[in-house]
């Protein structure tokens, strides 16, 4: 007995041993993720106190779901709420329609220096900062920006608006922005999904004397199908993490209260206004639903069959 | 013949379209551009399409003359080059060694790996471990967190995996050790997918202020240029919205050098200075940026 478990270690010290080099060059790793990515999570419980700085996370006032309470009893959260699921999806579903319709007109075209230079030119401004399409933005859009000036000279205003004013305007311009950003290169993944259509089905359609618009309803569409629903179900799951940055450098304090999303939320209260344990609790809330919506988003494709995203 | 003149309306349609697409892609950056170029005193009058009316380079003199903005950009380049390329090269050996079907801890550490996709601490317990750890406003902030990550990693593996068992075995033979086999073997067979990775990760670094943000904006020597571009956008927002008098909307002011510059001009000049990396290398590197979304949608 005794014996049989000293060479049961002894075998396995020598696995241990052969495989030095293996744990040498990922162990560090390991330990750095997890110091990164899963401590932090223990910094929850920040959330059931009222976290002061100067003491020690386990010598903290403990308050249960006070936090949560305040949280949902805050009429901005619900407002944040709002916003973050409204402009999450704006974008995503004309994020969606303008990449497949820039899709579609690529896909149409034949092979050549125009097809090339239209790809080149609208892929470029996904690699683009944030901060420099905002500015690109608000310049576009200012009062003496070229925006306003072709409004002016077609006549449809007398005088330049200040577009970036407009509460009710922000969702619009963030969703348009969205598209002017990254349509172009989204439409890659449709382009590719396209080139795996048959090609025998286009020459059946053409013989049927089908139009071009018909192939594209009846046989384009049809045929990259299963990736629309796979990105929008995969997208669905990410809702609530959807994009901070355009919100946080497009704002403005006319438009506050439809431009503040999420972690702008979280960093207000928490960072700046040094409320951490608050700010916690809204991180928890998001990191919940988030979280819930990826399995919801997963359950509902493989029930399509699709491939899981998992 | 009915089919023929539908298929020629549809094709001056659907070319109409994509110039339109061309043409509102790059609009606003030649806007901007010819901003830049213009002289400040004169933008002011508004009217600026996509040629400068006086032109100049007073804006660019001006940036260029800021000390600060020097540091920004040294910022900007070293922890593009030191991220770009320490990530790709630890994620790649973490990758590899989670390709050897023998390694005791082959799994464990990938489910380690894939349920941080999962999972965010959030930002204000992540603030505090950086603050524990003692990140703040230091320089390491830029590469430390992000050495290794779930996405890149199994893209690597995946590519791994379709390489030739064979050759990893006879090295072996001959006694290489595992580290060997990486660097002399793995790494040069994997080529396109970690140049593309390398791609990746150093436009994410250099488009990235959040942390500059978040950790450093109280040390000005840690400053990127985004981060200087990102705050004239705030002050320009403030202005806008009538919180800050610091900055009003095109309101002059006189240099060192005794030229007059305002903060919209100076905003468009560093606009373009920012972007000239990625609009000056993609069109070369258009391949490699493609490639990244087909060899698994290599993300940020």
Same mark, same amino acid.
């Given at each position: 007995m005794v014996y049989t478990t000293t060479l049961r270690r002894s075998a396995f010290m020598q696995k241990v041993w052969n495989q030095k080099f293996l744990i040498v060059m990922s162990v560090p790793f390991i330990i750095h993720i997890i110091i990164f990515r899963y401590l932090p999570i223990f910094g929850w419980i920040m959330a059931f106190q009222n976290y002061k700085p100067h003491k020690a996370i386990f010598d903290q006032e403990w308050v249960g779901f006070e936090q949560f309470k305040l949280l949902f009893q805050d009429s901005y959260f619900f407002q944040t709420l709002r916003n973050t699921l409204a402009m999450a999806v704006i974008k995503l579903v004309m994020g969606t329609v303008f990449a497949l319709f820039i899709a579609i007109l690529i896909n149409e075209t034949k092979k050549g220096l125009f097809k090339r230079t239209v790809q080149t030119v609208s892929y470029l401004?996904?690699?683009?900062s944030w901060v420099v399409a905002a500015n690109l933005v608000l310049e576009f859009l200012s009062p003496s920006g070229i925006f306003n000036q072709f409004l002016v000279t077609i006549g449809v205003i007398k005088s330049p608006v200040l577009w970036m004013g407009k509460p009710e305007l922000f969702w619009w311009i963030i969703g348009w922005s969205h598209v002017w950003k990254t349509a172009g290169f989204g439409a890659i993944i449709y382009l590719a999904a396209m080139t795996g259509i048959d090609p025998q089905l286009y020459e059946a359609a053409d013989m049927d004397g089908a139009g071009r618009l018909r192939r594209i309803w009846h046989i384009t569409l049809p045929g990259i199908k299963p990736t629309v629903i796979v990105l929008l179900i995969m997208n669905i799951g990410h809702l609530l993490e959807a994009g901070f940055e355009q919100q946080y450098l497009l704002n403005n304090g006319l438009v506050q209260d439809y431009a503040e999303v999420f972690t702008i939320y979280i960093l207000r209260y928490g960072?700046?206004?040094?409320r951490f344990s608050y700010a916690a609790a809204a991180g928890i809330f998001r990191s919940v639903v988030s979280v819930t919506l990826i399995f919801i988003a997963n359950r509902i494709s493989n029930k399509l069959g699709e491939e899981s995203l998992m | 013949m009915r089919g023929n003149i539908n298929d020629h309306i549809f094709d001056t349609i659907k070319i109409s379209l994509l110039v339109f697409l061309v043409f509102i892609t790059l609009l606003p950056f030649v806007n901007v551009l010819a901003v830049s170029l213009n002289e400040p005193l004169d933008t002011i009058?508004?009217?600026?399409?996509?040629?400068?009316?006086r032109f100049s380079t007073i804006n660019y003199m001006d940036i260029f003359r800021n000390p600060h903005i020097w540091r920004a950009f040294l910022n900007s380049v070293l922890r593009t080059l030191i991220a770009g390329l320490l990530h790709t090269f630890c994620t790649a050996m973490v990758a590899y060694t989670l390709s050897r079907r023998e390694f005791f801890l082959r799994i464990p550490f990938a489910v380690i790996y894939i349920l941080t996709m999962y999972i965010d601490g959030g930002l204000i317990p992540t603030y505090f471990l950086f603050r524990g750890l003692g990140l703040v406003n230091t320089f390491h902030v830029y590469w430390v967190p *992000?050495?290794?990550s779930a996405w890149n990693l199994l893209v690597i593996r995946t590519y791994i995996k379709g390489l030739p068992e064979s050759l990893i075995e006879s090295a072996k033979m001959e006694g290489a050790n595992e580290f060997y086999i990486f660097l002399k073997i793995i790494v040069p067979l994997c080529v396109p997918v970690l140049a593309t990775i390398i791609l990746f990760t150093a436009v994410w670094h250099w488009n990235y202020w959040w942390d500059t943000f978040l950790?450093?904006?109280?040390?000005?020597?840690?400053?990127t240029l985004q981060y200087e571009l990102m705050k004239k956008i705030q002050s320009a927002n403030a202005a806008m919205s009538g919180?800050?008098?610091?900055?009003?909307? *095109?309101m002059a002011a006189v240099d060192k050098s005794g030229s007059t510059v305002t903060p919209k001009s100076l905003r468009a000049a560093m606009t373009m200075i920012v972007s000239a990396p990625i609009v000056l290398v993609y069109p070369f590197l258009q391949r490699y940026f493609i490639t990244g979304l087909t060899i698994g949608g290599v993300k940020e």
């Amino acid at each position: 007995m005794v014996y049989t478990t000293t060479l049961r270690r002894s075998a396995f010290m020598q696995k241990v041993w052969n495989q030095k080099f293996l744990i040498v060059m990922s162990v560090p790793f390991i330990i750095h993720i997890i110091i990164f990515r899963y401590l932090p999570i223990f910094g929850w419980i920040m959330a059931f106190q009222n976290y002061k700085p100067h003491k020690a996370i386990f010598d903290q006032e403990w308050v249960g779901f006070e936090q949560f309470k305040l949280l949902f009893q805050d009429s901005y959260f619900f407002q944040t709420l709002r916003n973050t699921l409204a402009m999450a999806v704006i974008k995503l579903v004309m994020g969606t329609v303008f990449a497949l319709f820039i899709a579609i007109l690529i896909n149409e075209t034949k092979k050549g220096l125009f097809k090339r230079t239209v790809q080149t030119v609208s892929y470029l401004p996904n690699f683009i900062s944030w901060v420099v399409a905002a500015n690109l933005v608000l310049e576009f859009l200012s009062p003496s920006g070229i925006f306003n000036q072709f409004l002016v000279t077609i006549g449809v205003i007398k005088s330049p608006v200040l577009w970036m004013g407009k509460p009710e305007l922000f969702w619009w311009i963030i969703g348009w922005s969205h598209v002017w950003k990254t349509a172009g290169f989204g439409a890659i993944i449709y382009l590719a999904a396209m080139t795996g259509i048959d090609p025998q089905l286009y020459e059946a359609a053409d013989m049927d004397g089908a139009g071009r618009l018909r192939r594209i309803w009846h046989i384009t569409l049809p045929g990259i199908k299963p990736t629309v629903i796979v990105l929008l179900i995969m997208n669905i799951g990410h809702l609530l993490e959807a994009g901070f940055e355009q919100q946080y450098l497009l704002n403005n304090g006319l438009v506050q209260d439809y431009a503040e999303v999420f972690t702008i939320y979280i960093l207000r209260y928490g960072i700046q206004m040094m409320r951490f344990s608050y700010a916690a609790a809204a991180g928890i809330f998001r990191s919940v639903v988030s979280v819930t919506l990826i399995f919801i988003a997963n359950r509902i494709s493989n029930k399509l069959g699709e491939e899981s995203l998992m | 013949m009915r089919g023929n003149i539908n298929d020629h309306i549809f094709d001056t349609i659907k070319i109409s379209l994509l110039v339109f697409l061309v043409f509102i892609t790059l609009l606003p950056f030649v806007n901007v551009l010819a901003v830049s170029l213009n002289e400040p005193l004169d933008t002011i009058k508004g009217g600026i399409g996509l040629w400068p009316r006086r032109f100049s380079t007073i804006n660019y003199m001006d940036i260029f003359r800021n000390p600060h903005i020097w540091r920004a950009f040294l910022n900007s380049v070293l922890r593009t080059l030191i991220a770009g390329l320490l990530h790709t090269f630890c994620t790649a050996m973490v990758a590899y060694t989670l390709s050897r079907r023998e390694f005791f801890l082959r799994i464990p550490f990938a489910v380690i790996y894939i349920l941080t996709m999962y999972i965010d601490g959030g930002l204000i317990p992540t603030y505090f471990l950086f603050r524990g750890l003692g990140l703040v406003n230091t320089f390491h902030v830029y590469w430390v967190p *992000g050495i290794t990550s779930a996405w890149n990693l199994l893209v690597i593996r995946t590519y791994i995996k379709g390489l030739p068992e064979s050759l990893i075995e006879s090295a072996k033979m001959e006694g290489a050790n595992e580290f060997y086999i990486f660097l002399k073997i793995i790494v040069p067979l994997c080529v396109p997918v970690l140049a593309t990775i390398i791609l990746f990760t150093a436009v994410w670094h250099w488009n990235y202020w959040w942390d500059t943000f978040l950790y450093c904006s109280s040390n000005v020597e840690l400053s990127t240029l985004q981060y200087e571009l990102m705050k004239k956008i705030q002050s320009a927002n403030a202005a806008m919205s009538g919180t800050s008098m610091t900055d009003a909307f *095109g309101m002059a002011a006189v240099d060192k050098s005794g030229s007059t510059v305002t903060p919209k001009s100076l905003r468009a000049a560093m606009t373009m200075i920012v972007s000239a990396p990625i609009v000056l290398v993609y069109p070369f590197l258009q391949r490699y940026f493609i490639t990244g979304l087909t060899i698994g949608g290599v993300k940020e």
